[in-house]
């Protein structure tokens, strides 16, 4: 996800609708196991870790939504009846702000918790820019991740995720903005 102006078509009431269905961890994270195939509640709350009854309330939001839409009733191991939900790819087109950005992250540090370390691939970068390097940067990547975001999922591929994070970095500031800036601890404890 990341931020766009909003769709024309899209009312304040809808996009404020839309960004309170998003502004959960868990909900983020339902998507993404959503993707590339469906899933049933009791699947995904499986997959999660969590109470079924308690993802079936995410689930339902997301739906209203339409972050996630209701695929063909199924029969499960049982026989019961099962509804498998995909995700709509509607995030990826959602403006988020500022609030998402916490959420956002600890969704990335959630997931990439469950990742063997010797699998991350990470770069960080320091950069000293103008404001036209910087639209610039942020250009050209908001267009890499939208041409891969848009490009049809290779059904025999691995899953990955991509996080892109961009900040000012406050500690090379001259002099250092620590009184703005606070504590790690405290910006830690925020979430």
């Known amino acids: 996800m990341t931020e766009r102006a909003p769709d024309l078509g899209t009312s304040t009431a809808d996009a404020d609708a839309d960004a309170r269905a998003l502004a959960s961890t868990l909900r983020i994270r339902i998507l ?3 993707l590339d195939e469906p899933l049933t509640n009791r ?20 739906v209203d939504r339409g972050f996630l839409v209701a ?29 998402m950005s916490r959420v956002l992250i600890d969704a990335f540090l959630e997931e990439v918790a469950l990742v063997d370390t010797e699998e991350l691939q990470i770069s960080r970068l320091g950069l000293r820019l103008d404001a036209a390097g910087l639209e610039d940067l942020t250009s050209r990547v908001h267009a890499i991740l939208e041409e891969f975001a848009t490009r049809p999922p290779d059904p025999d591929g691995t899953p990955y995720s991509v996080f892109w994070a961009l900040h000012e970095d406050v500690t090379r500031q ?16 925020d979430g």
């Not at 699947?43 to 997301?62: F, K, S, Y």
């Not at 029969?75 to 609030?99: D, F, H, I």
């Not at 001259?174 to 504590?183: C, E, K």
């Open 43 to 62: 699947e995904i709350a499986q997959r999660l870790g969590r109470n079924p009854a308690t993802v079936l309330h995410h689930v339902r939001t997301l």
């Open 32 to 34: 993404r196991l959503c």
């Open 174 to 189: 001259t002099p250092p903005r620590s009184a703005a800036m606070g504590s790690i601890d405290e910006a830690l404890s």
């Open 71 to 99: 695929q063909p009733t199924r029969r499960g191991a049982r026989g019961a009846r099962e509804v498998p939900y995909l995700a709509t790819r509607k995030s990826w087109r959602t403006p988020g702000g500022p609030s």
